[in-house]
T-cell receptor
Framework: ELKVEQNPLFLSMQEGKNYTIYCNYSTTSDRLYWYRQDPGKSLESLFVLLSNGAVKQEGRLMASLDTKARLSTLHITAAVHDLSATYFCAVDAANFGNEKLTFGTGTRLTIIP | DAMVIQNPRYQVTQFGKPVTLSCSQTLNHNVMYWYQQKSSQAPKLLFHYYDKDFNNEADTPDNFQSRRPNTSFCFLDIRSPGLGDAAMYLC?????????????FGSGTQLSVL
């Protein structure tokens, strides 16, 4: 059974600081996704990482994938209040293009002014 | 704009009273998914359709059923809702074979069971 774990589960950080969220998964996969969710809302796609060593950046967020270590990171640079949300990583369990995702536990990020 | 639409946004039902949630898409994607997300938890896949082929997750209760009458529509039926079925239900679509594209999620239906 595929397990996807994130840490930390809760993160409170000051504006302007940098931090990293970690996503570990238990089985071979070369497809990893990051989503953002605001309270009471649906999931917003942030990044799709499709190969070992993949790195993608959008604004203050940067995601990377190490398939050998079964690890993905989401790095936040100079955090701003608008980034407060819950962040989920998700792994394609089927791993043959069916995008059957298993989600991580989520990291609830709070940016403090 | 092409999108995934879920109705209603909020649904209240009574304990044991059947309820149906709907999802439609204009993306012409051949895969449609239903996820259940309970408060402060990760979304959990209930089942998905690959075209007309239904794929049930092993731990999805029999109380949950799904129908996909055509490419555009997919329904989630909860035959006898219990208090533990109160959750956000998320519909998503994808088109495999296009380079690992992301899932497109609808806005969700928040189900309350009284």
């Amino acid at each position: 059974e595929l397990k996807v774990e994130q840490n930390p589960l809760f993160l409170s950080m000051q504006e302007g600081k940098n931090y990293t969220i970690y996503c570990n998964y238990s089985t071979t996969s070369d497809r990893l996704y990051w989503y953002r969710q605001d309270p009471g809302k649906s999931l917003e796609s942030l990044f799709v990482l499709l190969s070992n060593g993949a790195v993608k950046q959008e604004g203050r967020l940067m995601a990377s994938l190490d398939t050998k270590a079964r690890l993905s990171t989401l790095h936040i640079t100079a955090a701003v209040h608008d980034l407060s949300a819950t962040y989920f990583c998700a792994v394609d369990a089927a791993n043959f293009g069916n995008e059957k995702l298993t989600f991580g536990t989520g990291t609830r990020l709070t940016i403090i002014p | 704009d092409a999108m995934v639409i879920q109705n209603p946004r909020y649904q209240v039902t009574q304990f044991g009273k059947p309820v149906t949630l709907s999802c439609s898409q204009t993306l012409n994607h051949n895969v449609m998914y239903w996820y259940q997300q309970k408060s402060s938890q990760a979304p959990k896949l209930l089942f998905h359709y690959y075209d007309k082929d239904f794929n049930n997750e092993a731990d999805t209760p029999d109380n949950f059923q799904s129908r996909r009458p055509n490419t555009s529509f997919c329904f989630l039926d909860i035959r006898s809702p219990g208090l533990g079925d109160a959750a956000m239900y998320l519909c998503a679509t994808s088109r495999p074979g296009t380079g690992g594209e992301k899932l497109f999620f609808g806005s969700g239906t928040q189900l309350s069971v009284l």
